[in-house]
């Protein structure tokens, strides 16, 4: 299983950017995926699940109307769009492969990208 995500960066409060997720080494189509969050000696916490076919998606609280997410399974990628983004949102963000379609559910570490850091900054 490989995992790589691409877009993070730094953006003023406000702003948008859109995280990339490509996947590799499984049958991306068969399964839900999940973006995850790190700030700095905390613990992850979940942002979102997609279903395999992508049709469903639940997002955290914290995040709900501001971040989308958008799947393609012939190419293998999950985005992660985030707008109207605070300094709370300052985080490393992965993608993992989750194991069902389990809102808040946080799949175990093997299974995560490497990451991308998003910094929201003035």
């Known amino acids: 299983l490989q995992l790589v995500e691409s877009g993070g960066g730094t953006v003023q409060p406000g702003g948008s950017l859109r995280l990339s997720c490509s996947a590799s080494?499984?049958?991306?189509?068969?399964?839900?995926m999940t973006w995850l969050r790190q700030r700095p000696g905390g613990n992850p916490e979940w942002v979102s699940v997609?279903?395999?076919?992508?049709?469903?998606?639940e997002f955290a609280d914290s995040v709900k109307g501001r971040f989308s997410v958008f799947r393609d399974n012939n190419k293998n990628t999950l985005d992660l769009q985030m707008d109207s983004l605070k300094p709370e949102d300052t985080a490393r963000y992965h993608c993992?492969?989750?194991?069902?379609?389990?809102?808040?559910?946080?799949?175990?570490?093997?299974?995560w990208g490497q990451g991308a850091q998003v910094t929201v900054s003035s």
């Open positions: 080494g499984f049958t991306f189509r068969d399964y839900a």
């Open positions: 997609t279903s395999a076919g992508g049709r469903r998606t």
């Open positions: 993992a492969r989750a194991p069902n379609f389990i809102p808040g559910l946080l799949p175990t570490e093997k299974f």
